[in-house]
């Protein structure tokens, strides 16, 4: 969080002129920042949270600082007093704060990605976000794609004690996992079925979504995937918690 701080500042600069909004020692008033580029004189300081316009009033500037001086504080104090009597500011005007060399008007979504730094976002996430789906439903899809979701493979993963780790559709034995119960799994093949695409049996969810937006060629594609990923889920815990599996034609209906 400091660090964040600290670069944020860096990135700030303000033409001082009454002084009040701008901090004597942490802020970039002048050439750099005093905290950075004198640190034995700042060590020594009494106020660090001081305004320009306190210091600037100040007397006599060793008021400002805790004695004795080391030799190298006091040369750097030297070098202080002279970059303040080499500024120019106007008491009976506000400061102007500049951000990021650009312009004057600070945007929070700015300084963010400025601190933070961007990042490739894939396309995915954006059609998932700009779906016309419910929250829920967008939050689950998001999960699923994160390989977050409770399935039992996951819960065997946090060490939870289960009857059974396998798929609750099929026979086979197999485990389930999220690429077993949403793409490999007969039952989820059927359901996808009723749909009329095809989907890759190795390929992973996002592999998946994307094969099936294209085959379904609809504004509406992105809402069917996520819902129908929802109505096999809704099936899953149907067979789980209450051992009842339902037919292929009340996914589809509850899919609709």
């Known amino acids: ?11 700030a600069r303000v033409q001082v002129d009454i002084g009040l909004t ?19 004189a700042f060590s020594f300081a009494k106020d660090k949270q001081i305004n320009v316009r306190k210091a600037f009033d100040t ?6 600082f805790n004695l004795p001086l080391s030799e190298i504080a ?25 951000y990021f060399a650009q312009n004057s008007n600070y945007r929070a979504q700015t300084a963010y990605t400025r601190l933070m730094g961007q990042q490739p976002i894939q396309p995915i996430l954006k ?12 939050v689950f899809f998001w999960l699923l794609l994160k390989d977050r979701l409770s399935t039992k493979n996951i819960l065997r993963r946090r060490k939870m004690q289960l009857d059974s780790y396998t798929c609750a559709f099929c026979t086979s034995g197999q485990e389930e996992s999220i690429h077993h119960l949403f793409w490999e799994c007969t039952y ?23 094969a099936l937006r294209i085959q379904l060629r609809s504004q509406f594609s992105m809402i069917a995937i996520i ?3 929802w109505t096999i889920w809704k099936a899953r815990n149907e067979a789980t918690f209450n051992n009842r599996l339902m037919s292929i034609q009340e996914c589809k209906r509850a899919f609709f």
């Open 59 to 64: 007397d006599n500037i060793t008021d400002l």
């Open 22 to 40: 701008c901090q004597f020692w942490l802020d970039k008033w002048g050439t750099e920042i005093l905290q950075n580029k004198f640190p034995q």
């Open 188 to 210: 989820a093949q059927q359901c996808w079925g009723t749909l009329e695409p095809h989907i890759l049996q190795n390929g992973d969810t996002t592999q998946n979504t994307q």
């Open 227 to 229: 819902l129908m990923s």
């Open 74 to 98: 006091f040369q750097q104090i030297q070098e202080i007093q002279q970059q303040m009597q080499m500024s120019s500011r106007n008491e009976l005007q506000e400061d102007i704060w500049t």
């Open 1 to 11: 969080m400091l660090k964040g701080l600290t670069k944020f500042k860096e990135m």
């Open 127 to 138: 059609w998932l976000w700009k779906s016309y789906c419910q929250p829920k439903h967008k």
